[in-house]
């Protein structure tokens, strides 16, 4: 939830002369910005800027309570007010309306329910280091709660695949891709619209798969990676969003299965956040840390740095990993080796 402090603010903020009030309420700033999606304000709004009481008569709304919903979605960076009509910015019309394609809308019941469910059980977790929750687990058995972390992680992915697909060195003559846990499949469907001799497998749990792209060269294979056969043949593995879910045994262990599964001089792609990244600032540290801890809570897996997963890639087989961060993003950087 972005805050934006004036100098004054930030002083009053240091020297505590109230109490630390916007970390009870940005979490309420979190439902705000849900109930303004779910009521489809920012499609409101895209369609037609409105004052609150026009906005209030469209959506059929309480007027006074509209205003006031308008003005912290305003001072959170969500809307902009000009001559008392409300308009949306570049954030919310890329990531809050329901028709873009990088809409996040469809994935907001997950973090509503995260933040209830999941979450306060951190005390626990970090009392004795177990998981909060078997978290996919749980998402194979409840297909709403799973449609919604799908379509959050697909929005996400929109934005990031066109970046990483063009970093990735597929090798000369390349036909098979293994996509692991990929979900929705949207990583290996940019690197088939480049790469136009390449099929793509994507490897993931049953429900997860009802997510999955449609795609004349894409199959869906339900399975665990962890259990199941991983087949072989392949010339290019990715591993989106996987390992930060896994210990250090089962990312290993995994590694180690997937260089037998490719072929010799394959490439393997580890995208995740590595907290070794020369972080551009603060707010970067900070939300890596808060991933760290939702990691911990919700999967029992955790950040690792770059060299780390290098380490891990080495001890398996794969050779000279590179650290490639095509979108200068800390939430999504690359380990790239060759087996
Ligand atoms: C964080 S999501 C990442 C999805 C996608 N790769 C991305 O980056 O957007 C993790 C994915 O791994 C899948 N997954 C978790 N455990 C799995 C297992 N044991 N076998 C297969 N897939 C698994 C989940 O269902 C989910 O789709």
Redesign the pocket.
């Known amino acids: 939830m972005p805050l934006f402090f004036n100098a004054l603010e930030a002083a009053a903020h240091r020297l505590s002369i109230v109490p630390p009030m916007f970390d009870y309420f940005n979490a309420l700033g979190l439902h705000a910005l849900i109930a303004a999606a779910r009521m489809r304000v920012f499609d409101a709004l895209r369609e037609r800027p409105s004052t609150c009481d026009e906005l209030a008569a469209t959506l059929n709304l309480d007027p006074r309570s509209a205003e006031v919903l308008l003005r912290v979605l305003a001072g959170l960076g969500y809307l902009r007010a000009r001559r008392g009509r409300y308009r949306l910015t570049r954030t919310s019309r890329l990531w809050f309306t329901t028709d873009s394609p990088t809409s996040l809308v469809a994935g907001l019941e997950f973090w509503e329910r995260t933040a209830c469910v999941i979450w306060p059980r951190l005390e626990k977790s970090v009392r004795d280091g177990s998981p909060a929750t078997p978290f996919?687990a749980l998402?194979?058995s409840d297909p709403e709660l799973s449609r919604s972390f799908?379509a959050w992680?697909?929005a996400?992915?929109r934005r990031q695949a066109p970046a990483t697909a063009r970093v990735i060195p597929v090798p000369r003559g390349a036909r098979q891709v293994l996509?692991?846990?990929?979900?929705?499949g949207?990583?290996s469907v940019e690197l088939l619209r480049r790469h136009p001799d390449l099929r793509a497998t994507v490897?993931?749990?049953p429900q997860?798969l009802e997510a999955a792209a449609d795609h004349p060269r894409l199959v869906a294979r339900a399975?665990?990676?962890?259990?199941d056969d991983l087949g072989e043949g392949y010339d290019v593995v990715?591993l989106?969003?996987?390992v930060h879910?896994l210990d250090d045994q089962e990312t290993a262990r995994l590694f180690r299965r997937l260089a037998a599964a490719l072929n010799p001089g394959g490439t393997i792609v580890v995208?995740d956040q590595f907290d070794d990244s020369i972080m551009p600032g603060r707010a970067s540290r900070t939300l890596l840390g808060l991933l760290d801890l939702n990691y911990r809570v919700a999967a029992g897996g955790r950040v690792r740095g770059f060299r780390e997963v290098a380490r891990l890639l080495e001890g398996a087989g794969f050779r000279r990993p590179r650290h490639r961060r095509p979108l200068r993003s800390v939430t999504t950087e690359l380990a790239v080796a060759r087996r």
């Open positions: 996919y998402l194979e799908q992680t697909a996400v992915a996509d692991v846990g990929g979900g929705h949207l990583f490897l993931d749990l997860a399975g665990s990676f962890l259990e990715l989106f969003n996987i879910g995208g």
